[in-house]
């Protein structure tokens, strides 16, 4: 696979979301069958995996550690924290310094490595200033045990004060044709101070592939009927739904698959930007490596912008109270 800057990593042009087999979109996959896919996606040429101690509580990354290790000169490590859990098992956003370095302990624990090379504040805490955490991380630097320091869901003014603290390597957001926060401001403030960007949910959680359901053909704890329910209620959901049409005649004009379409279109975005989409099935992991491989003129960039975009589609990407709390939409005031 081609080959992209990130900070002082080359890693390849599609990353992978690791959360998959472990939460997210349905039960966990089997450990050895998550493995298996980890493996074939070093084989396939992913050279950057993306985890958090947040995925299956320790799962996600435990499984790395265990299939992965023997591997570890084979890729970029990612990792998050910023959450932890109450003593009633609730989790919480949780940037206090004491938090983050036992986080990173245990995460480094799990993975069994010596260093994360990517460690991501995953949230800001609202109760604790972005300089105290990145500070903490920034301590972490120093001690070996991280080697560079990324910020997740941030507002634009929010990484000017993280990176006025220790640089920033990378920036971590939802982006993807149907969601388009990132370009308001945080793109623009990436690219001014040489930051990094690594869009997540790339195939707008299943939907661009055009094999997701909706709302209510998923299970209650399918993040698709939590925090990402507007768009895949039933009213939305088979409005944005008449949107797939055009867009599988556009990518059956290319002669690829309406998942490679979405992350072409990324790709050819200004910047390096990376994206990660996460899966647990073989197929579709082999099938997302060959998105790197299309490279789209810009007549076609054009018409997919003016196909899908946030004036075109039914219901915003978070509910309403997560869409308040999310510091990136700050970008975006709606």
Request: aromatic fraction near 6%; charge should be negative.
């Amino acid at each position: 696979m081609q080959q992209r800057k990130l900070g002082p990593f080359s890693v390849s042009a599609i990353g992978l979301g690791c959360m998959n087999v472990s939460m997210g979109y349905g039960p966990r996959i089997d450990d050895d069958e998550a493995g298996e896919l980890f493996n074939a996606a070093l084989d396939h040429g992913y050279t950057f995996l993306d985890t958090a101690s947040l995925y299956g509580l320790g799962h996600n990354e435990s499984l790395i550690g265990k299939y992965l290790s023997h591997r570890r000169d084979e890729y970029v490590l990612a990792s998050k924290c910023g959450f932890s859990r109450t003593e009633e098992g609730k989790t919480i956003m949780d940037g206090r310094p004491a938090t983050l370095a036992q986080t990173c302990e245990d995460s480094l624990r799990r993975l069994d490595t010596e260093v994360i090379d990517l460690y991501y504040l995953h949230r800001i805490d609202p109760g604790v200033p972005i300089e105290e955490s990145v500070g903490a991380l920034a301590q972490l630097v120093e001690q070996g045990k991280i080697k560079t320091i990324g910020l997740s869901e941030v507002s634009a003014e929010s990484l000017r004060r993280a990176h006025a603290v220790h640089p920033i390597t990378a920036v971590q957001s939802e982006y993807s044709l149907w969601t388009r926060t990132p370009e308001r401001k945080v793109l623009a403030t990436c690219a001014e101070l040489g930051v990094g960007f690594v869009p997540f949910s790339p195939l707008a959680r299943q939907f661009l592939t055009g094999k997701s359901p909706d709302l209510t053909q998923v299970l209650e704890d399918d993040i698709r009927a939590t925090i990402a329910r507007p768009r895949f209620e039933p009213a939305n959901f088979s409005r944005n739904r008449l949107l797939l049409v055009p867009f599988g005649e556009i990518a059956a004009r290319i002669g690829c698959s309406m998942a490679q379409l979405a992350l072409a279109w990324l790709l050819a975005q200004d910047g390096d930007l990376i994206p990660i989409p996460g899966t647990k099935h073989m197929e579709w992991m082999i099938e997302n490596a060959g998105a790197a491989d299309i490279e789209l003129d810009a007549a076609t960039v054009a018409e997919l912008d003016a196909l899908i975009n946030e004036d075109t589609v039914a219901g915003h990407r978070y509910t309403d109270a997560l869409m308040k709390s999310t510091d990136s939409e700050k970008d975006w005031p709606r």
